[in-house]
């Protein structure tokens, strides 16, 4: 079965400084990936996907098939960027996505 | 377009008791599905319907169920309540059946039982 693993519950850095924010998958086939973000009494949505291969918000991230990682990244975190962040996986099976156990970064000023 | 809606927004209901959820998806959307939040689980995947056919099921006990209408509007229903099943009901509409395109998540429908 397929499983997402984000080892960091909490992420604390400073504003200015570089995040990574790590997700390991397993699954023997081909998963798409997806990071999802969910704001301060926001909804939970799509920050980007693997496919896309997208920066967005100045947020990056690189699927590594060999280390079966997905880990995203921004070379200067802003404030803004505090959320919880979830790194999510389907297979060719529709609409059926695995999340990971979700990421909360902190920038502090 | 307005975002997917669900309701209730807050429900409290006792052990035992049955539960349906309501959820309208994104005008167009004809992909709807349902995700359960707890706070020991994380986000888990129920089941996804599709063109009013479900397209896959995750692994929940037959207490849920759900079902597409025609106009792509979804709901959920819980029997036999469980203290368990109290959590956060996500619903997520996608214009597609496929993953790779992307889900719209709703606010979600706080379900507390007792």
């Known amino acids: 079965a397929q499983r997402v693993t984000q080892p960091e519950k909490l992420l604390s850095v400073f504003k200015g400084a570089p995040v990574e924010l790590k997700c390991n998958y397993s699954?023997?086939?081909?998963?798409?990936l997806f990071w999802y973000v969910q704001y301060s009494r926001q909804r939970l949505q799509l920050l980007l996907r693997?496919?896309s291969r997208e920066s967005i918000k100045g947020f990056t991230a690189d699927l590594n098939k060999g280390e079966t990682s997905f880990h995203l990244k921004k070379p200067f975190a802003q404030e803004e960027d505090s959320a919880m962040y979830y790194c999510?996986?389907?297979?060719?099976?529709?609409?059926?996505?695995?999340f990971g156990g979700g990421t909360r970064l902190m920038v502090k000023p | 377009k307005a975002g997917v809606t669900q309701t209730p927004r807050y429900l409290i209901k006792t052990r035992g008791q049955q539960v349906t959820l309501s959820c309208s998806p994104i005008s167009g959307h004809r992909s709807v599905s349902w995700y359960q939040q707890t706070p020991g689980q994380g986000l888990q995947f129920l089941f996804e319907?599709?063109?009013?056919?479900?397209?896959n099921k995750g692994n929940f006990p037959g207490r849920f169920s759900g079902r597409q209408f025609s106009n792509s509007r979804s709901e959920m229903n819980v029997s036999t309540l469980e203290l368990g099943d109290s959590a956060l009901y996500l619903c997520?509409?996608?214009?597609?059946?496929?993953?790779?395109?992307?889900?719209?998540f709703g606010p979600g429908t706080r379900l507390t039982v007792t």
């Open positions: 997520a509409s996608s214009p597609m059946g496929r993953g790779t395109y992307e889900q719209y």
């Open positions: 319907y599709f063109s009013e056919t479900q397209r």
């Open positions: 999510a996986l389907t297979f060719n099976a529709g609409n059926m996505l695995t």
């Open positions: 699954y023997s086939g081909s998963p798409e």
């Open positions: 693997h496919i």
